[in-house]
């Protein structure tokens, strides 16, 4: 074989990832060393292990809810961000709290606490939608932020489906926002759809319903993951097979790789090296390792120089 491996420049954490991690760091090489994450602060079993190597310790939400008394003892709050009565209960039980929510998803939540404002106080008739995926840490976080009373979904059949249920009020004042990692087509082709079904309602053209501000869409999604769809389409149409590299838990991680697969329908999700398989590969073929904003640089290029060892082995 004479394969060539190209590592894609943009993949890897993204800012909010390494922010958390770096702190995660700096606390475990501390006296302490030790530190208690609420939840993986990373979907990648490989960095979780290293992490863990140097002392991180991962409780769920259940864990902290049994907790009578954490003794002062650090916990982290990942990037995803936590609804308001996560930072209730952690310091009811004496939790040291290092938060590390992404600067992007503290920006939407104060959004929609401030969209929420408004309709508790009765100064909106409206209602809150998120686009987002159902139980995904970050979204769990987002509707905590409206206690509750914001409507997930996940897709068009989903946001058509609530209309015809009568659990979106069409004539009412919307505000919809976006989870961070989300496709920006599949949103935008999701908030299109919702103004042509509200104009409808409100028998009124497209243009005049526009201008009635009954509909109001937030750009939610963060800069660098739709910047990073769209490198990611040109990186795969540049190469003959990917080989994308993400934790399958990973939101983000399916996103971008069903992109992948919808441009190249040679790609392989996998997590770890061990899971390459030779004959996966042709001669000359030109390969292609990605990832997600879960996915460490380290594990790319190990993965990189594991496919070209196939080239010494002919």
């Known amino acids: ?10 993949s890897g954490f993204c800012a909010g990832v390494t922010r958390a991690i770096k702190k995660a760091e700096e606390q475990l090489e ?8 609420l939840g993986a ?13 140097k002392g991180l310790v991962t409780i769920d939400k259940e864990d902290l809810e049994d907790m009578q008394d954490a003794h002062g003892e650090t916990l982290l709050i990942r990037a995803h961000g936590e609804p308001p009565a996560t ?27 401030e969209a929420y404002s408004g309709i508790k106080d009765g100064s909106t008739d409206g209602q809150i939608i998120i686009f987002g995926k159902i139980g995904h840490a970050e979204v769990l976080g987002l ?3 409206a206690e509750g009373n914001a409507l997930v979904v996940e897709n068009l059949k989903m946001l058509e489906d609530a209309v015809a249920e009568k659990r979106i009020d ?12 989300k496709n920006p087509a599949e949103y935008s082709s999701l908030c299109t759809r919702l103004e042509e079904m509200m104009a409808k309602e409100n028998e009124l053209p497209m243009q005049r319903f526009a201008g009635r501000g009954l509909l109001k869409v937030h750009n939610t999604i963060c800069s660098q993951v739709a910047t990073r769809h769209a490198r990611l389409s ?13 934790g399958k838990a990973s939101s983000n991680g399916k996103v971008l790789c069903d992109r992948c697969k919808s441009l190249n329908i040679r790609t392989y999700h996998i997590e770890t090296p061990d899971e390459i398989r030779k004959e996966w590969f042709r001669d000359d073929d030109k390969v292609g390792v990605c990832g997600a904003a879960s996915t460490p640089k380290w594990l790319l290029e190990d993965i990189a120089n594991n496919i070209l060892a196939f ?4």
Not at 108 to 113: A, G, K, T
Request: aromatic fraction near 6%; glycine fraction near 4%.
């Open 41 to 53: 602060i990373v979907h990648n079993d490989a960095e979780l292990s290293r992490l863990e190597a």
């Open 311 to 314: 080239n010494s082995e002919d």
């Open 170 to 181: 069409l004539k009412k004042h919307i505000e919809i926002f976006s989870q961070t990692t």
């Open 87 to 113: 930072y209730r209960k952690a310091r009811q039980v004496h939790f040291k709290i290092i938060d590390c929510t992404c600067p992007v998803v503290l920006k939407l939540q104060e959004s929609i606490r």
């Open 1 to 10: 074989m004479k394969l060539t491996v190209d590592i894609d420049a943009n």
């Open 234 to 246: 040109k990186f795969a149409i540049e190469h003959d097979i990917l080989i994308f590299v993400a």
């Open 30 to 37: 501390g006296p302490e060393g030790r530190l208690y994450s």
């Open 143 to 145: 509707v905590g932020q």
